[in-house]
């Protein structure tokens, strides 16, 4: 792969893992608005049974699967076709797909009553509370239509190695949530509705964000019928498996949220937060890498060329690693004060502290792991083969069940995290496998020098932070915020410098990408 691709690579993930991080603070800053708000009221309840409908359709069939489904057939009409031909499966696939969620749309606001039935029986068939939940389905149901067109559209302009408008997509649906909260909720005799309505505007504003750079790229949006398109088929054949494993993944947090309420109260608290705090480093690294690599990948798997389908896949995986396993050091070190700096005020006290810390040491464990996959999933997708990951995903769900079973007795809580931990090394371990086995020429070498340059670089990290937070006395976590947060900020600080240092001696590449990365340059066209 040539130095300008990969730097290219390097941007694109930058590009959307910055836009990742800002989303992610603004979806906390969105708690904390509803909290302040609605706190744990009837009415919240209802807002959050009745948005947990068209985001478990979200999950199953806009954002992951359609995208990672639609690319590698996009790309390979690009690379193998002409842009015209590719731009007419783009037409395609749009005018099926609104067809589609406009049936899925109307056929959800009219069955609303038997859905949220089905999704809390515990509210009943009658009464206020079932009502406002009615209601609040069928105001935010076309969410659905909007975000899977909006996933449509990130496939297409990552495709076309755009991946800015896409990335930054996601913030406004904090931003419509957080001033519908603000604005809108005063003016209705039930303020929750006005969150719902927030919902709706964060999703329009997706998609009209959205729909001037598709055409600035030559993509018409007039409708084009042609639903034998053999792109359709192709398309078909790769999220059919895709959606089964997105549902794999619903079902395995449904387990661990099922035998954490079999624990202690609490339990199942602790491991949502610690799990949100897990998201900042995977959304910033993992995510958006596996993000801007597929089109890449996917370009050279059209064009036959394996060589650099090695070297880049490579690349991805040593950068995600770079993040990933200093940032499971940095979470397990400083989990506790992280966690008394984000949520400790209020009724999360000491006690609840102590249970997030604990979920999120067994978290962090396999860091490396569930980062480490979303790059080998966008390989396996890149080659059109959908199958072999929902497989793994298939046996990883078993291992989690039983490791569950096997760990939530002697280690309560911290067993279930522990046992997802462990199930998402075991896929990552046989992803590997089956990639390897699949390309011949697929190079670990690489990816196991750099891994060490990583690790060597994180464990003097680790000694240093720990070395100045305990011996020297910096972080003290019985002060209060003004003095914890500095304290905790210059820790971190000297820990990135330290391992920036300690890498840079090693003569890690991965250094010189992320500084690439972050130094002025022309934007990705």
Request: aromatic share 12%; net charge positive.
């Amino acid at each position: 792969m040539r130095i300008s691709e990969k730097k290219h690579v390097s941007r694109a993930a930058g590009t959307v893992g910055f836009f990742t991080l800002l989303s992610r603070i603004l979806g906390l800053v969105r708690d904390m608005v509803v909290a302040k708000f609605f706190g744990t009221s009837m009415a919240a309840d209802a807002f959050f049974v009745a948005f947990r409908i068209p985001n478990l359709l979200r999950r199953l069939f806009a954002e992951g699967s359609l995208t990672i489904a639609f690319i590698p057939v996009f790309t390979e009409y690009l690379t193998q076709k002409s842009k015209q031909e590719a731009f007419q499966v783009a037409r395609i696939v749009l005018t099926l797909l609104s067809s589609a969620l406009t049936v899925v749309t109307l056929l959800g606001i009219l069955l609303s009553p038997w859905i949220v039935r089905i999704m809390a029986p515990g509210f009943g068939g009658s009464g206020m509370k079932y009502e406002l939940t009615v209601l609040l389905t069928r105001i935010m149901f076309p969410y659905i239509f909007l975000i899977s067109i909006v996933a449509l559209f990130m496939g297409i302009l990552n495709s076309l190695r755009h991946f800015a408008t896409p990335a930054a997509a996601p913030i406004f649906l904090n931003v419509g949530m957080i001033g519908a909260t603000i604005w809108i909720s005063p003016h209705f005799s039930q303020p929750i509705i006005g969150l719902a309505v927030g919902v709706l505007i964060g999703g329009i504003i997706q998609v009209g964000l959205q729909v001037p750079m598709i055409l600035s790229k030559g993509i018409s949006l007039w409708p084009c019928w042609m639903p034998s398109h053999p792109a359709v088929k192709k398309i078909g054949l790769l999220m059919a498996p895709a959606v089964f494993g997105s549902a794999i993944y619903q079902l395995n947090q449904f387990i661990g949220t099922l035998l954490a309420s079999l624990l202690a109260p609490g339990s199942i608290s602790g491991l949502y937060y610690a799990d949100r705090l897990v998201q900042f480093p995977l959304g910033v690294s993992a995510i958006a890498m596996s993000t801007a690599v597929l089109p890449f990948l996917s370009k050279q798997a059209a064009e036959n060329d394996l060589v650099s389908f090695n070297e880049t896949f490579s690349h991805a995986l040593r950068l995600v690693f770079f993040i990933a396993v200093p940032s499971m050091v940095g979470l397990i070190l400083l989990g506790r004060p992280i966690i008394q700096v984000f949520f400790e005020r209020g009724a999360f006290d000491t006690l609840s502290t102590v249970m997030t810390t604990k979920a999120l040491f067994f978290y962090s464990l396999g860091l490396w792991a569930f980062s480490g996959i979303r790059v080998l999933v966008s390989a396996f997708y890149a080659l059109q083969d959908a199958k072999t990951p929902v497989k793994v995903a298939a046996v990883a769900l078993g291992a989690n069940l039983i490791f569950s079973l096997l760990f939530m007795g002697p280690l309560e809580h911290g067993g279930l995290a522990l046992a997802l931990s462990l199930a998402s090394t075991l896929q990552f371990c046989l992803l590997v496998f089956f990639l390897k086995r699949r390309l011949d020429i697929l190079n670990l070498k690489p990816i196991l020098i750099s891994t060490g340059k990583c690790v060597f670089g994180s464990i003097v990290m680790g000694i240093g932070i720990f070395f100045a937070s305990h011996r020297l006395g910096v972080l003290d976590l019985d002060a209060d915020l003004s003095h914890l947060v500095p304290n905790l900020a210059g820790l971190i600080l000297f820990g990135v410098l330290l391992y920036f240092g300690v890498t840079w001696i090693l003569g890690s590449r991965e250094l010189k990408s992320i500084l690439d990365i972050v130094k002025p340059k022309q934007p990705l066209s």
